[in-house]
């Protein structure tokens, strides 16, 4: 308790941190360019980033886009937030917030591209609406991503994935969609950079293959 603690005065003092409390967590919605960004580069959001792997290690590949990490644990922001303050990456910040209230931080097309990555399956079936990859969240996605953006899931849990899949089938309006059982077995590995976050990392090792999909939203 007493590091939690500790680590939530740390983000309370880190602006490259925006949560309640801020300034520009209450403003920042349609204004990331402008207000915190300073710059008219593409976003990129990653849900449920935890530690912020993911985040960190795309900011580092692709400089000339901006990259925000999003999850309610300021405990597990603090991690990547350090270190991209360690490492002077100014294109990168951390949202601490809860994902079925994402439309309140990001206007309609803000969002360029969206990564779910490893998130937490809620396996049980009154758990369903929770799934990051239901319809519910899907419409939400669907309002903040600029036309022709990505959204990519990258998971290790199977019935997660097929549960996409079978969500994904019943909608008209996706196009581009590529999926895989095994993404290190497949063409898509490219795609994900090489980023491998310590959960990947702990469910690889115990022999789970890696799925991935990635698809845009037809506008029309």
């Not at 209450?26 to 300073?38: K, L, P, T, V």
């Not at 449920?48 to 405990?75: H, M, Q, S």
């Not at 019943?170 to 976050?197: A, M, N, P, V, W």
Request: charged residues 35%; contains cysteine; glycine residues 8%.
């Amino acid at each position: 308790m007493r590091r939690k603690l500790e680590r939530f005065r740390d983000n309370a003092l880190r602006e490259n941190v925006l949560e309640p409390g801020k300034t520009l967590y209450e403003q920042i919605q349609g204004s990331w360019h402008r207000d915190y960004f300073h710059n008219s580069a593409p976003i990129v959001v990653e849900l449920a980033c935890g530690r912020g792997e993911y985040t960190v290690g795309l900011a580092k590949l692709f400089p000339e886009k901006n990259f925000i990490g999003v999850d309610i644990k300021g405990d597990r922001i603090w991690k990547g937030s350090g270190i991209a303050l360690e490492e002077g990456l100014g294109n990168i910040a951390f949202l601490r917030t809860e994902i079925q209230l994402l439309d309140k931080f990001f206007a309609n097309g803000e969002i360029s591209e969206i990564w779910i990555t490893f998130p937490d399956p809620r396996p049980k079936d009154r758990d369903i609406k929770r799934r990051l990859t239901s319809p519910r969240f899907m419409e939400i996605y669907k309002k903040l991503i600029s036309k022709g953006g990505w959204l990519r899931l990258k998971t290790d849990n199977t019935d997660l994935f097929q549960y996409t899949l079978d969500t994904l089938k019943e909608r008209e309006d996706i196009e581009d969609f590529q999926s895989t059982f095994d993404l290190y077995g497949s063409e898509l590995e490219e795609e994900c950079h090489g980023i491998k976050t310590r959960f990947e990392e702990k469910f690889s090792a115990k022999g789970e293959d890696i799925k991935y999909l990635r698809f845009a939203f037809n506008p029309n």
